[in-house]
């Protein structure tokens, strides 16, 4: 499945390697209009890409430049609860690595639990839990699926992140972020559980993503747009359509911290 994946997108983007590979969040397709010389490549050309069956997700890989780097973008992801497979972006991850991607930049969308960060603002990922408590290497048989998940998160992306956002005068705070399997959002009790727990944001997506990233070598960096406060932390009525209108604030902070990352990585 990987060698046809990459004879496909070679074919149509050329051989040169990739640098990095970015992945965009609910309501954050708009951020691969950043990118130049751009190739486009439907999901549905490709094996065992997502799906697409999430509204607010965009449903092609391109290729192109940004931040005077050749990097991938894809536009959108599959989550765990779609189909209950929490290692649905396995092929596609495998493909941005046989690209030569060293670096994975994830972002999301994802309720806050900290009252310094709310709606429009966004959350730089320290750490996570898997609460869901699935993992995408169960199944894969070779030692590979130990992965060292200590600084999972890159400190040295996360430092250039921050220097990045105080140049660009943008506020960025760390968190930790829960993964909660979806897709029903939290109830006001699992909300409090997660404060307690120590997490900072929640969401759907995100953390199998960074396992398989590190499985695969890849230094990993995500951000979140927080769309929301979690359940019960505010009036503020929870929906999908409100979390696709509220992430275009987040995706214009994104727009300019993650070209300025690509720069530096
Ligand atoms: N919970 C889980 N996922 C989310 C949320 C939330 O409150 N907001 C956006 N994605």
Redesign the pocket.
């Known amino acids: 499945m990987l060698d046809r994946n990459l004879e496909i997108i070679r074919a149509k983007a050329g051989t040169a390697p990739v640098e990095a590979a970015l992945v965009l969040g609910?309501g954050l397709s708009a951020l691969g209009d950043l990118l130049t010389d751009k190739v486009a490549i439907a999901y549905a050309e490709l094996e065992g890409f997502p799906g697409g069956g999430v509204s607010g997700h965009g449903r092609e890989l391109l290729i192109g430049m940004m931040g005077g780097k050749r990097i991938a973008i894809l536009t959108g992801r599959e989550h765990y609860y779609e189909h209950g497979n929490a290692a649905a972006m396995r092929p596609a991850l495998e493909a941005m690595a046989g690209l030569g991607a060293q670096t994975l930049l994830l972002t999301?969308?994802?309720?806050s639990l900290d009252p310094e960060v709310g709606p429009g603002e966004l959350m730089l990922l320290a750490d996570h839990i898997n609460y869901a408590g699935m993992n995408p290497l169960i199944g894969e048989p070779t030692d590979r699926r130990f992965v060292n998940m200590v600084d999972c998160y890159d400190p040295g992306l996360r430092a250039k992140a921050h220097a990045i956002a105080r140049r660009l005068d943008m506020t960025l705070k760390e968190g930790v972020y829960l993964w909660?399997s979806?897709p029903s959002?939290?109830t006001v009790a699992e909300i409090q559980m997660a404060i307690r727990l120590g997490a900072n944001a929640?969401?759907?997506s995100t953390a199998p993503e960074v396992i398989l990233g590190r499985m695969l070598g890849l230094r990993v960096w995500a951000c979140s747009s927080i769309?929301?406060m979690?359940?019960g932390l505010s009036d503020e009525k929870?929906s999908h359509e409100h979390?696709k209108s509220v992430a275009k604030t987040g995706a214009q902070k994104l727009e300019r911290l993650i070209p300025a990352l690509v720069e530096e990585i």
């Open positions: 609910s999301n969308s994802a309720g909660y979806g959002f939290e929640v969401g759907m769309t929301n979690g359940a929870i979390t």
